[in-house]
């Protein structure tokens, strides 16, 4: 008697590829049906005054905000001397009120990974002057 899997051969076709399971759909079409009344209820109750309604109606219609452009006059952040005054005046910036913290955040970042750039440049240069004076570093050998 044949047994019903056999090595190298499949169970049967399958589902087609890119089909939906039978019941995705189904809850998609009762979904589909009464999503129209369930909109302008919110948007009704949200024209009553309902702010939770609202909050919920603009939270799926209105684009939220991913950031703005922010202009600011910053000394040259080409040494580390510049990127501590650039700091400062960052602070003093959002201890005004002038940029939200979140904003001085995401600033403070692009400081620090510029001062990683510059302290990375410095070692290299600092290196290559190292192996110019007392030439290449040879690699210890077993004794």
């Not at 609202?54 to 080409?78: K, M, Q, Y």
Request: aromatic share 2%; hydrophobic share 40%; no cysteine.
């Amino acid at each position: 008697m044949p047994t019903r899997y056999q090595k190298g051969k499949t169970g049967g076709p399958g589902r087609p590829p890119g089909s939906r399971n039978k019941a995705t759909v189904l809850f998609e079409e009762i979904g589909h049906e009464g999503v129209a009344g369930v909109i302008r209820k919110v948007a009704d109750a949200a024209r009553d005054g309902n702010m939770r309604a609202a909050s919920i109606l603009l939270a799926r219609t209105w684009p939220r905000g991913r950031g703005r452009p922010v202009v600011l006059d910053l000394p040259p952040v080409e040494t580390t001397a510049g990127i501590v005054q650039a700091h400062a005046v960052v602070v003093a910036l959002m201890a005004a009120g002038e940029i939200t913290p979140e904003e001085a955040a995401a600033i403070g970042s692009v400081l620090e990974t510029q001062r990683r750039a510059i302290e990375t440049h410095d070692h290299e240069k600092r290196l290559q002057a190292l192996e110019q004076v007392d030439g290449p570093d040879p690699l210890p050998r077993a004794a």
